[in-house]
C-alpha cells in the first residue's frame, strides 16, 4: 500500500484538477471541498469525488486521515461547488460496516487510488469494510436533513 505525499507534483495536479472543476469539465463526479480549517479558520479547498451510491451521496478519504478529513469532523458542514454551483451540506461519518460498499464503488470509481487501498476492485465489501478505519467515510445530509434529525433526538 502506498503513502500519501504531499509532493510539488502532487500539488500542481491538484491546482490544475481545482481549475478543471471550476471550470466545469472532467467527470461529472469530481468537485472541490471548501470546509473551515479547525486551527487557522480560513477557508481551505480540496478536489474530491463525491460518491453517488443509491439515492445517497458520500465523501471517501482515500488518503487517509488528511488536512482536510480532521477539517471536515471539526467543522461538521462543507461547501461542494462544481463550475458555478456550490452546495452546502452537513456530514456525518460512517461506521465500518456502512463504508466498505462506498469504498468499493469508490476505488472503481477512482482507480488512480487504488495504490492507496489494500483490498482489490473486485474484493468482497468486508475486505474493504475493514479498510473503513484507514479511509474516512462521510455521508451527506442536507442542511434540512440534519436540523430534522436534531429535533428528533431532542
Known amino acids: 500500500m502506498t503513502r500519501y505525499a504531499r509532493t510539488p507534483a502532487r500539488r500542481l495536479l491538484n491546482t490544475l484538477e481545482t481549475a478543471r472543476i471550476r471550470l466545469g469539465a472532467g467527470p461529472s ?5 471548501t470546509v473551515i480549517g479547525s486551527r487557522s479558520g480560513r477557508r481551505r479547498t480540496t478536489p ?3 460518491v453517488t451510491h443509491g439515492s445517497e451521496r458520500w465523501l471517501v ?20 461547488e462544481r ?6 451540506w452537513a456530514i456525518s461519518e ?9 469504498l468499493r464503488e469508490y476505488v472503481g ?5 487504488r495504490p492507496f487501498f489494500a483490498a482489490a476492485p473486485e ?9 473503513a478505519a484507514r479511509h474516512p467515510v462521510f455521508r451527506l445530509l442536507t442542511l434540512r436533513e440534519t436540523d430534522s434529525e436534531e429535533a428528533a433526538v431532542a
Do not use: K, M
Not at 463526479?29 to 471541498?33: A, E, F, M, N, Q
Not at 460512517?94 to 462506498?102: E, L, M, N, S
Open 123 to 131: 474484493a468482497p465489501v468486508a475486505t474493504f469494510a475493514a479498510e
Open 48 to 50: 474530491v469525488a463525491v
Open 29 to 33: 463526479h469530481r468537485h472541490l471541498l
Open 61 to 80: 478519504a482515500p488518503y487517509g486521515e488528511v488536512g482536510w478529513v480532521r477539517n471536515v469532523r471539526a467543522a461538521g458542514r462543507i461547501r461542494l
Open 94 to 102: 460512517v461506521d465500518p460496516a456502512q463504508a466498505g460498499p462506498i
Open 109 to 113: 470509481l477512482e482507480p488512480i487510488t
Open 83 to 88: 463550475h458555478r454551483r456550490r452546495e452546502d
